[in-house]
């Protein structure tokens, strides 16, 4: 193979792998930036016992439920809300009306006090 070749498809490779890299970029948060984010909001509270085993799992409820259910536009804004300690009405009103739909039913599904 000669050296211009070569090094075309080294660039074409570079160039996918550039646009395969921006199109993931894209995609949804993964669970644990959204678990991060949520442990970052909520801070370090000392629980034991039954108390520890209840929290998480209301985290893992709701981590796995909004990773399944919103969108990742909607995912990005609350982990973005969460590290910035933002719980505010007029941040959940900036959510799609689907993304809110679906954080309301995700209340009911996860809330401690139905279960």
Partial sequence: MNRITV???AAAMALAVAFGAS???GGKPSKDELRAAFEKAVGPHATEGEMKEKREEL???L???LH???????LKKLIEDANNGDS?????EELSEEDRKAMDEIGKVCNPLEG
């Fill in 59 to 61: 985290m893992t409820c």
């Fill in 63 to 65: 981590v796995d439920q």
């Fill in 88 to 92: 505010s009405k007029e941040s959940y």
């Fill in 23 to 25: 199109a993931c970029a």
């Fill in 7 to 9: 090094r075309v498809a």
């Fill in 68 to 74: 399944e259910k919103l969108s990742a536009e909607g």
